[in-house]
């Protein structure tokens, strides 16, 4: 058998649709933006292709003179995305099980080591969930180590229940709150934002979807621009609300300034976000928690839940880093 790293193709949509139909019981997010990644200028979206004797795959057919043809299958996926021009990410890493164990999927981890390293940047970082100890067990002999663990809670307006969840039904007066302006981030509000107690416990870290970075002023000025980003002036809650790229039900919320863990205060901006989210015709608002006893105990009071454990003991998103200096 023969392999190949390659770009990923339009043509080749179908075949990493199969691959991740079993992944996370047919609910992988890759399907929903395979096109997208495909075409992203700033992503380097690739396949392992392998070739070897058989009938083609698609066609069933062999090449003439009784000659088998070369059938091509894809062993494993995954892409590198540039964040912020420094940045290196890597994200939708998939391996076909007919393949597993034959070192495809490392092969496609050194390659973009390699490409992040070539193209200097300044750090290379991925997420994984905490019960793949297979993966995590990889990703440690290459040299990625753990810098931080989310949580990601959600709260569904279809199944939302008692009490707590109430809470967050009614809309702010619209009095209370307002857009975000690029006049509003002067130097006072951007050092009280960097040291908030939400990006202490995150790391330094803000998150879409599955995507993890490090937070700066400059991406704080393209929220504002993308109308992302709403202030609370009396209270002084801020927090950034957009539509999820990934999943076509949610609608993500970041809350960078609170009251401290107040509940009441969480709650002004879980009611602006319930109401927006519906505005955009999404039924969860999801928000990627820091590992905190006390902001995992403040979601779950707000109806707020994770999939798997209510409340988590423990972060099961895992932010990676790979020195590219070693």
């Keep these: ?21 079993e992944i996370w019981d047919g609910g992988d997010y890759i399907p929903h933006v395979v096109s997208d990644w495909i075409r992203d200028p700033e992503g380097d979206f690739c396949v392992v292709e392998v070739m070897d004797d058989g009938p083609d795959e698609h066609t069933g057919l062999g090449v003439p003179n009784g000659r088998p043809a070369r059938a091509s299958h894809i062993a494993t996926l995954g892409k590198l995305t540039i964040l912020n021009g420094q940045d290196g990410w890597l994200e939708g890493l998939r391996g076909n099980t007919e ?10 981890t050194s390659y973009f080591i390699e490409k992040a390293r070539a193209r200097n940047l300044r750090s290379l970082r991925l997420a994984t969930y905490y019960g793949n100890s297979e993966s995590i067990h990889i990703l440690h002999k290459y040299g990625f180590r753990e810098i931080q663990r989310f949580v990601q809670f959600e709260l569904s307006f279809a199944t939302g229940e008692g009490e ?6 009614a809309v702010p007066p619209e009095e209370e709150f307002r857009l975000m302006t690029m006049t509003d981030l002067d130097d006072a509000l951007w050092s009280q934002i960097a040291a908030s107690p939400w ?14 970075w490090q937070y700066d002023r400059a991406q704080m000025q393209r929220w504002i621009a993308e109308q992302a980003a709403y202030l609370f002036p009396t209270t002084g809650e801020l927090a950034i609300f957009q539509v999820d ?14 009251n401290g ?5 969480l709650n002004r901006l879980v009611k602006l976000g319930k109401h927006l989210a519906q505005k955009s015709g999404r039924s969860s608002l999801v928000c990627n928690c820091p590992e905190d006893q006390a902001l995992f105990q403040a979601f779950f ?18 932010v990676m880093e790979y020195d590219l200096k070693r």
């Design 261 to 265: 863990l107040e509940v009441a205060s």
């Design 301 to 318: 009071t707000l109806g707020f839940r994770h999939f798997e454990m209510d409340p988590p003991e423990v972060g099961h998103t895992i």
């Design 164 to 169: 707590a969840f109430a809470v967050a039904q």
């Design 99 to 108: 393949y597993k164990g034959q070192g495809y999927a490392q092969k496609l």
């Design 199 to 212: 990006l202490q416990k995150a790391g330094g870290f803000i998150s879409h979807a599955w995507v993890f």
């Design 1 to 21: 058998m023969q392999d190949t790293i390659r770009k990923a193709e339009l043509g080749d949509i179908p075949r990493i649709q199969e691959l991740c139909a």
């Design 245 to 258: 790229h990934h999943e076509q039900a949610y609608y993500q919320f970041l809350p960078l300034l609170t």
